[in-house]
């Protein structure tokens, strides 16, 4: 069910929501001309490089000098310095490609196929979905895709025994258990339970720990916070001694997006319920990323001028004239951020892509691994 929120970031939609004070700017005019933004470079996942595009320069505090010289009239930018948009869905179809090609060579080479198991329980629309999605992606790049279907009162040891089954077998390369699971059962027991070595979404204890810890990498880092970073890299947004503010501490995205931020070495923030004057703290930031699950939150006065904004939020608003009934909007006040930020994610077509796009470089990450193929 959509929220009754409203979604023109208007005063009176927000203020209800949050406890939040916030000064509000004055929406001027702003328009996107519909320009074509260039492919991004191809380049394996986290490899720093550089775009030839970028916006046009107005502050572009977290974009190297380098890229920011090479700025084309190319990329999706208005005549009126509006922020250009990092194009999720586009990048996640140029890594599919890049993973198709990969997944062919290793089929060709040692005869292996990478699989993916997915695990859902209940029958929620959004996550049926995504599944449905998962499930897609794979059969688009040739990973076989084994799906389990649970009803919503299944018993925790019914999903125990599927993924010890998963677990031990070697057509299996990942396992996932879509979140959110059904109230009565206990996330942690059921995410313990996964092999760490088939952990693709990255949730068990021990690859988080890994994650935290210097020295430590992870076998798989969760999707959705390295889609967020594997766009700032495709952007070419530079990271290494910068500000970034994580709006959101979440165990799927806000806490492992800033652990990713701080092994990329910005200096990081962490802004969440309890934080008093959250726009200050975000004013500060080159990057932002907002993963809080509240419908246009931040503010254009939240923002540095030429800030990096990744928005992961996906919150339904109601809007009669959709023909679902509702349309999807992020996190961030996109009509006011935008005019702010140099680099913005739209909701949809943003970060949500990349989470599926990671999803699949995870589970032939962890075949290659596995069949120790380089
Ligand atoms: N086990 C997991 N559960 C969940 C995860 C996860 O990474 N692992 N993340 C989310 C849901 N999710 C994937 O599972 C996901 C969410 C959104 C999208 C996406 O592409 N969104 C589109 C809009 C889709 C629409 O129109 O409805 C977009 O933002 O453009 C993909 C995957 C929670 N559960």
Redesign the pocket.
Known sequence: MASSILSDCSSSATSRLLPLRRALLAPAPCRFRPTTAPAPPRRPLFVAAQLPLLPRTRGMASVSAATAAASTDSATVSADACAKIIDGKLVAKQISEEIAVEIAKMKDAIGVVPGLAVILVGSRKDSQ??VR?KKKACEAVGIKSYEVNLPEDSSEDEVLKHIATFNSDPSVHGI????PLPHHMNDENILNAVSIEKDV?GFHPLNIGRLAMQGRDPFFVP??PKGCMELLHRYGVEIKGKRAVVIGRSN?VGMPAALLLQKANATVSIVHSNTKKPEEITRQADIVIAAVGVANLVRGSWIKPGAAIIDVG?NPVDDPESPRGYR?VGDVCYEEVSKIAGLITP???????M??AMLLSNTLESAKRIHKFK
């Open positions: 979905t995504y999605n996932l258990v879509q979140l979404d999707c959705t799927i996906i999807l909701v949809p077509g943003g970060v949500g892509p989470t599926i």
